[in-house]
C-alpha cells in the first residue's frame, strides 16, 4: 500500500551526537515537510521541500539539515546544534495536485536525547 | 505565526456534536481551509476540507461564513474515539503548496 514511512520510531541520542531520521514516501507527491512537535504543543515546520534538490527552511530550522536527493525520499539530519532535541518528529507530505489535496503524515519519530 | 486561530481546549458530552470553530480573518481567494486530528503520538489524520461552500463526508461537516473568514468544524455524534487535537490550516490547492503552518489546535475531549 502506498504511504509514507518514518524510520526509527523510537531513537535514543547522546549530547553532541548527529542523528538522522529517515522519511520514505512511494506516493509519488512531490511536496514534503518536517514538522516537530514537542508535548502540548501544536507542530511547527522545520523544513520543507517543494522538489529534488531544493528545499526551505521552516520556522525552526536551526540546528537541523535535509536533503532531497530523491522526490521519495526526505531526510533529516538532528545536529549537534540543536540544544533542545527531544520531540516527536513527524514527516508529511503533499502532491502538487490532487482531489482532495491533503497532507499525508507518516507516524512519527520520538526522539530522546540523554 | 499560524493563520488561524483556535480555542485551546473544548468539552463535549458523548453523543452529542461537537462544534469547532476556527478563525482565518487572513484567508486568501486561492486559499482552502483543511482540518486534521490527532490522536496522542499518531501522525495528523485528514478530516475534511473546503472552499466556500459547506462540505461533509463520513466524518464531519464544514461550514465555512459567507465571507469566508472562519469556520466550523462539525463531528455530528462525538465519540469517546473522537477525543483529539483538531487542527485548521488554510492553504492554497495545487502548484506550489509552500510553507503549511499548523497552529496548537482545539484539544477535544469527549465525556461519556
Partial sequence: DGGITQSPKYLFRKEGQNVTLSCEQNLNHDAMYWYRQDPGQGLRLIYYSQIVNDFQKGDIAEGYSVSREKKESFPLTVTSAQKNPTAFYLCASIPRTTNTGELFFGEGSRLTVL | ?112
Fill in chain 2, 1 to 112: 505565526d499560524a493563520k488561524t486561530t483556535q480555542p485551546t481546549s473544548m468539552d463535549c458530552a458523548e453523543g452529542r456534536a461537537a462544534n469547532l470553530p476556527c478563525n482565518h480573518s487572513t484567508i486568501s481567494g486561492n486559499e482552502y481551509v483543511y482540518w486534521y486530528r490527532q490522536i496522542h503520538s499518531q501522525g495528523p489524520q485528514y478530516i475534511i476540507h473546503g472552499l466556500k461552500n459547506n462540505e461533509t463526508n463520513e466524518m464531519a461537516s464544514l461550514i465555512i461564513t459567507e465571507d469566508r473568514k472562519s469556520s466550523t468544524l462539525i463531528l455530528p455524534h462525538a465519540t469517546l474515539r473522537d477525543t483529539a487535537v483538531y487542527y485548521c490550516i488554510v492553504r492554497a490547492y495545487g502548484g506550489s503548496q509552500g510553507n503549511l503552518i499548523f497552529g496548537k489546535g482545539t484539544k477535544l475531549s469527549v465525556k461519556p
